[in-house]
């Protein structure tokens, strides 16, 4: 069993225990509210306790049946992946998508609580809530992508992807937008209306994505690109497990009165970001001392 999915079940466990709390909770207050005992005079004499106790049975009734459809599906869900890796996607989403059915039930329950019928109060506001509901098309479609991309085999926590200039490891899928991780360690944030209509190159579909260096060096000495390579192949051959390093190329892109610009490429296989990392620092090191060593002669 992978480590996501142990995690996933721990976590799962510790919520099944929360949910048995707030269900005998319910079955106390229920029978407070409805049964004829010691705390029925007040919630008689006291209107606004009275539909305060409503509130509260109605929000722990809906985030028990929430909660309830949650474990069945992620149960199901992981059932069916026993032998095959888990997304953490899907649990980002149907997490994302109680969070918003809580978020209804907390509106409806402040309702109750001050005695009004939802019911009635939606229809008689129907001119404002269509108003509402042009003023937060924005938003709402932004979360229907979200959703979309949290539920899609193409986009995954963890992946690296780019989205026109913007490259970057997948960190979280958000209602609103999609975070980045650069390799400098930025956080990007992309809109979830850009990143589903915008070209995206998915590096992480491919097991492997290209690694790309461009640097300028003198020209006014004498040149060896053979052995230039050679050294970088030495710093490649040190990271057989997830460097290509037959794929290696060093090309000359552009030449400059005094300088000619290279580009050295080789592919990684994605996901190792820590590994990258420490092979980026490499060969930008070696591109340094190259450029040292000649501008000394």
Known sequence: MNHLKSSIRVKENVRK?????????????????????LVRPFLESYEFLNHFVRAIIFLLSANLIFSLVRIIALRIYLKQREETKVQP???????????????????????????IRPLEFLTSI????????????????????????????????????????????IRDITLFNLVLKSDSGEIILIPNTM???????????????????????????????????????????KYPEVVVKEGAQLNIIERKAENL????????????????????KSINQAFIDWNYEHRKA
Do not use: C
């Not at 610009?261 to 092979?279: C, D, H, L």
């Open 261 to 280: 610009v290279i580009r050295y490429q080789f592919p990684i296989k994605s996901g190792e970001k820590q590994t990258e990392i420490q092979v980026k």
């Open 17 to 37: 225990t929360y949910f048995a709390f707030k269900l005998i909770l319910l079955v106390v207050l229920q029978v407070l509210y409805a049964g004829d005992t």
């Open 89 to 115: 996607n899907f649990v980002v989403g149907i997490d994302r998508i109680e969070f918003l059915l809580n978020l209804i039930a907390v509106l409806i329950a402040l309702m109750l609580a001050f005695g």
């Open 126 to 169: 129907t001119i404002v809530a269509a108003a509402i509901a042009l003023l937060t098309k924005d938003y709402i479609t932004s979360i229907v992508n979200g959703l979309i991309m949290m539920f899609s085999d193409q986009l995954e926590i963890g992946d690296k992807i780019q989205i026109g200039r913007h490259i970057g490891f």
């Open 195 to 237: 990143a589903l209509s915008a070209d995206v190159v998915n590096f992480s579909k491919n097991n492997t994505h290209q690694v790309i260096f461009d640097a300028e060096i003198t020209s006014k000495n004498e040149i060896h690109l053979n052995l230039l390579e050679e050294l970088l192949l030495k710093i490649l051959a």
